[in-house]
């Protein structure tokens, strides 16, 4: 069941919200959160019922472990910690990486290794990293006590449980502890219109342009060289539609838990909008960003500090490389993720170069380059260096990434629809003679993409977010800056600082106008891009 | 916060009910069979975008006595409204589907058969129709695969098909409750009276209108060297493995005497510019191979087979100059597509007017009419020196 469904908007969902209300008010909060808990088993189950005993189990193993290991002293919880660990990892690394592992053993040794295909349960990366958070807190003392149904409720949580915001526990139990789970008119309102404006940007922009981007990464799939013009619509309208849809997402899961009065962090911030690709992470998968800057790379980088490394290399450069190749790595089994990780990795590396070149003294042209303002040249950078790594995100196999960048490139021609030689000769025999050829294209699905991706880069880079907009009603946990004072670059700066949102009869049919949109944009019903994680 | 709920309530309620009532009154694809509003919603520009799906549930509310079947040539070209069709063959239905092969004519009888009882089937049979040829690329595909499986009522094997009940439900939520159907409706009730505009009528016809608009447009020069263009690229490719699918038709006509229908196979006219085309290409031998497996597989298993292919006054309307765009030719729009004037003539023949277009292949007179076809081609070379040449430089 996915949240853009018929049958998760017009019965799961209401008949949830029903029973927690009811439940609330009739027979206590604690009712009302073991009906959630079973709830989201429920939606757990409605994908595959096989792997509810798998997420129960690892809820039940962490459970234990972790009050085990509050049972001890901290000095001796090191050894149920590794334990801990290493059977989350290992359980995920069995589910996600087995297939990936024997065929790349094969490929490189020639071998003919066989496991049969392991179907990837639901949301497995996200509650294994959400609980390990959890055992290593413990760990170091950070977290004393917790209490069981929160603990499973903070797994279990449908909203977040099958493609995040990746939540953590000192933000998540205290609000299932003292949540009263009853109706409220505030919650209703806030979670209905995050949830409206998430499935507008879901159903109707993100599956929008997914339609006419899928075909191009298909052809790639198929062997079929891809030329300039469809090379450059693959990789931006794959941007495009990945941060539609995942922002999508996580505003349909804030709305439906604020929904029964629990608020998620934020996990998307504009990051198109963004002028580096530091800036970019810290706006894009927020909270995946903060696992791994709290969780990978400060460990590593507190290493190296503490071995008296302080060069860049050993401090910022190696730290980072590590956490993008995991990040890489735990994005999806396969080598073309690795690509995307590592070449994050890269871009971020050089970034922070730049950054310390900002305080050297040389007149050479870099670093008067990087010293002064560009923030059109920059935002424009990031935006073509993010769509890049995103193609191998999308593509089937390096190979494929690689044919479409090489087609981003020129490397393989630039080829036009014929309808352009038919109707307009004299043009076409122009173009010609800088080697752009005409094949049988359809001429209307290209413009369709090309104004779709021009709509959509519009809508990214000039109006605030939802949670700008909502600033002043709490719409997550952490917040953006408010839109006036966010210093990013975007036109029209003013006229879109007085938009705030409001209960008010305009904002109620403006959301009710999104609501119809999505819904109309139903049947076209497609999984989400983070669905398999 | 209790009354911006209640004015998001109401708003959407409204919009969401407004856009169905539109949708259930236009019903752009026919899924919901609303009856139509002459002059209003009648017409359906929609539907012939969606004919997998508009004919797969309009057949289901009609009971023809015949029932025509093929791909795009022959839903364009046989219009069940004419007058042609003697009064025992009324009333008529097209269930051709632009782009299908005879795997999916097969299926669509199947699906017929399921609702209806046809007394006459008419399969227009193609050869291009028939190669085999590799998937094409996506980005060349101006419309996306459609599902048309889930809508048949019963399997390939003949089976009740488990998926149709849902796939109707959907199709309904679809027809009325999408942003597709709603900008359907509208384009619908705009395009009532637009002769530019191709529509589906409620027998199964496609109109015509959009190639009408090209010619307009482009001229029938243009429209005739572009589908060249695009055949000749598929000719060769075919011609790397030469693969030929026949065996679906034969089961086709097996299926409809099997159901007390009997069954006539057309081979449709080929425009000049075809004929010319795969004699430079040298696939002439493969063309007359099809043909005589056509017509020995088919009378075997109890079809008529008709051949309108050859040389005439239809197919070799002299082409207009390229500059040309007022000057409309009379039977054909472009090498595949022929004019509802000629398909008027062919129906006429093969319910039993006199005439000498076309004739019935046996395979006694086989050899003989292949013969004929050989002549008639000869004749023509010696007398089209200019049409060779421009052909030459495309197949080239």
Redesign the interface.
Known sequence: MLFNS?AFIFAFLPAVLAGCFLLARHAGPVAAQIWLTAASLTFYASWNARYVPLLLGSVAFNSLIAHAMLARPEARRGALLALGIAVDLGLLGYYKYTNFFVDTVNRLAGSHLFVTTILLPLGISFYTFQQITLLVDISGGDTRRFRLRDFVLFVTFFPHLIAGPIVHHSEMMPQFAAARYRFD??N??VG?TLFAVGLFKKA?LADGIG?AVT??Y??AA?G?PITLL?AWAAAIGFLLQMYFDFAGYSEMALGLARMVGIKLPMNFNSPLKSTSIIAYWSNWHITLTRFLTAYVYTPIAMAAVRRRRGAFASTIAAPTMITMFLSGLWHGAGLQYLVFGLLHGAFLTVNHLSRSTRNQKSKSFLVLFFKKEHPFFFLVLTLVAAAVALTFFHANSVQDGTDIVAGMAGLHGVALP?VID??LPAFAATLAHFGIVF????L??LLALYAWMLALLMLALIPPNILQLMYAHDPAITLPLPYAQDRRPAPFRRVFARLAWR???A???A???L???G?????RVTEFLYWQF | MARYMAIWAVTLTVMLGAVATLCAIVDPYNVIGTPCIPGLTAQKPAAVHWARLSKAYLIQRQQPMTLILGSSSADVGFNPESPAWPASAKPVFNLAIDGAGPDVFLRYLQHALAATTPRHIVVAVNFIESLTLPPRRVTEAAAQPFDFESRMRVLATGAPNPAYARAHVADLVFATLSFTALSDSVTTLLHQHDPSTAYETASGWNDGGELRRWARADGFFRLVIDKDREKIAQYKTWRAQKSLQIDPVLRLVRLARAHGADVTLVIPPNYVDTMESLRQLGLDPDYDAWKSAIVTGGTAVGATVWDFSGYSPYTTEPLPASTDRTHRLRWIWEPVHFQSALGDVMIARITGAPGDFGAILTPANLASQIARYHAGQTNWIGQHPADIARISALVR
Do not use: K, Q
């Open positions: 018929y008119w505030t209703m309102a209905t109707v339609g075909p191009i298909s052809d198929a079929h469809y014929d038919s109707r094949a049988p294209l359809p209307s699905p209960p008010s009869p904002w109620a049919v959301t009710a106008a609501s119809a949109g819904i109309l944009a139903l049947n």
